[in-house]
């Protein structure tokens, strides 16, 4: 009785620790990709999607494979993200209300990547709705231009798809790359990077959102000793990257 009662102990105590669920990167096609995490302590959901940097890209949200377009939650990215509803072969209208946020927008590679914030549920009856305790896996459409033009038009039948997607209990915080910390800092431009998971990359951006460099990591090593001599003075964000996630963090250069 007494190791029943501290394993159910210690399954109430980790699950009372887990408030926030991911789906990883979820592989849409050959440039795009979305990755879904429900908080339930801030009852946000954070979607991060990238896509083409040169033309439009979209998603639609809790759809199914044979999906009409007759109607549905849709997110469009054309030289801003916008808030819509599918209306069916024709451009999706806006949303009266526009409730997704963009947290960034950073382009590197030809490659762009949005991080995007909202609510898990609201009264827009267009959106999608990600209660946390009920939300178990999402069904998602996308397109893109089928060429460089962020004018919506007919996206051409390779250049659409399907794709779905379950929520896996990121669990305690401390082994994701949200606990990762950087020292010194401020620095000189050397500093090392210590995380609790693995680590695949690491993009630098200045204060502005340019773009700087990639830092390839080998073997997904936990802790990286970076070195970038010449780098002005200034504040700069990293955005680490693994398999299944994506953390920011900012570093002053001195």
Do not use: C
Request: aromatic share 10%; hydrophobic share 35%.
């Amino acid at each position: 009785m007494k190791k029943i009662t501290i394993l159910l102990f210690s399954l109430i105590f980790y699950s009372g620790m887990a408030q926030s669920k991911s789906t990883g990167v979820i592989n849409l096609s050959s440039n795009m990709t979305a990755s879904f995490t429900l908080n339930n302590t801030t009852s946000k959901v954070t979607l991060v999607l990238t896509g083409p940097s040169d033309r439009w890209f979209s998603i639609g949200l809790g759809v199914e494979t044979g999906f009409g377009m007759a109607s549905g939650d849709v997110l469009v990215y054309t030289t801003s993200i916008s808030d819509r509803n599918y209306v069916g072969t024709a451009s999706p209208s806006i949303d009266s209300s526009q409730d997704w946020s963009t947290v960034s927008n950073n382009v590197a590679v030809g490659v762009r990547t949005l991080t995007l914030e909202r609510s898990l549920t609201n009264s827009d009856s267009n959106d999608f709705q990600l209660p946390y305790a009920t939300t178990s896996s999402i069904n998602i459409a996308w397109a893109r231009s089928g060429s460089a033009s962020t004018s919506l038009a007919n996206h051409g039948s390779t250049n659409r798809g399907f794709a779905s997607s379950t929520f896996s209990v990121l669990g305690n915080e401390k082994f994701s790359l949200e606990s990762a910390s950087i020292y010194p800092n401020p620095s000189n431009g050397n500093f090392t990077i210590k995380t609790s998971s693995s680590l695949s990359n690491v993009n630098v951006y200045t204060q502005t959102g340019a773009f700087v460099k990639t830092i390839k990591v080998s073997n997904d090593s936990k802790d990286i000793e970076v070195t970038m001599p010449g780098l002005s003075s200034g504040v700069y964000f990293l955005e680490l990257q693994n398999d299944s996630e994506k953390s920011w963090k900012k570093i002053i250069v001195e």
